[in-house]
């Protein structure tokens, strides 16, 4: 099976810079109104070529623009709905979901065909845990459609906790712009960023220690000095760090680069900031949001479930 283009393996933990610069800039060039036809004949007139050594095509470039991984990002598997994985990617989620409703796209709102709008979940990709077992919870649609979080046993969860979306997010919103309103929230908000920007930093360097741990055990078991299940062992060992590492990196770099340059009252610029902005400002006040089971089938009530870990030791 051929590599997907812009990695350089099949397990996706490796990006090759040149290939993510031309997808990087094939998108842009989508975006600001150039046509599939068009994006790949610029491809093939600049020499780029798939990674079987073919020329690009308005079709083989759709089906690249159309696998989530190029963002980081998988379909889970009963739902279809996206989800991120902590890998490597060579564009953003929002831009890879922004790419989902290009003009001629099958599915697009823009394509006259009947499509299921997608779900912003606000609190997904590591900001909201499972009270049962502390793990991430993913967003999700239920049997009946509607948009949740879940903890899920495919990823290592209990499966045990469910909330409906619009809940918590209605609920979390509220005590973010209780924050906003008061007294000291910028100094608190510009504290909290330097602390996101060492954080993101010293992510940066530690990936980058776990990378040279990764080739440097290449040579003693390419010199049989280790036994290929210790190799695997610690490969694995390797990857999940990774992975763990590359998922808070997002996440805190989010926090770190929250645009409220020049706005004067955050409360208000809440009410019409993009989807983008405020999920950065409820990463930065808050370190997790930890969801406990419902006392019964039904109950809507989330204030004795939901716990809010705030950055801030002072916040309500």
């Known amino acids: 099976m051929p590599r997907l283009y812009g990695f350089d393996n099949q397990a996706l933990t490796r990006v090759r810079a040149d290939e993510r610069q031309v997808v990087r800039e094939a998108v842009s060039r989508i975006r600001a109104g150039q046509s599939q036809a068009e994006v790949a004949a610029w491809m093939t007139a600049e ?58 796209r099958r599915g697009s709102v823009r394509s006259g065909e009947s499509r299921e709008p997608n779900y912003e979940y606000l609190l997904a990709g590591g900001a909201t845990v499972c009270g049962q077992c502390s793990t991430p919870m993913t967003g999700g649609r239920t049997g009946a459609g509607t948009p949740s979080y879940r903890c899920q046993t495919s990823r290592g969860g209990c499966g045990k906790v469910r909330i409906t979306a619009s809940l918590l997010e ?51 078991y390419a010199a049989g000095q280790v036994s290929r299940d210790a190799f695997v062992a610690a490969d694995k060992h390797i990857t999940e760090s990774l992975k763990a590492a590359r998922s808070r990196l997002r996440f805190v770099e989010q926090a770190a680069n929250v645009p409220l340059g020049g706005v004067e009252d955050l409360a208000r610029w809440w009410e019409h900031a993009p989807y983008s902005s405020r999920r950065a400002l409820v990463l930065l006040l808050l370190n997790r949001i930890v969801v406990r089971p419902a006392r019964a089938r039904g109950v809507r009530d989330v204030d004795d479930r939901v716990d809010l870990n705030w950055r801030a030791a002072d916040a309500a």
Request: net charge negative; proline share 6%; no cysteine.
């Open 47 to 104: 020499g780029h070529r798939g990674t079987m050594g073919g020329e690009w095509t308005s079709m083989t470039l759709g089906r690249l623009l159309d696998n989530p991984a190029i963002a980081g990002l998988e379909r889970a598997p009963h739902t279809g709905e996206l989800v991120e994985t902590g890998r490597q990617a060579l564009i953003t989620p929002e831009e890879f979901r922004e790419l989902e409703q290009r003009p001629g």
């Open 170 to 220: 209605d609920h979390v919103a509220e005590h973010v712009l209780g924050e906003l309103a008061r007294p000291g929230s910028r100094t608190a908000l510009d504290q909290a960023r330097k602390e996101a920007e060492v954080e993101a930093q010293q992510l940066r360097e530690r990936i980058g220690e776990l990378e040279k741990s990764r080739t440097e055990l290449a040579a003693p």
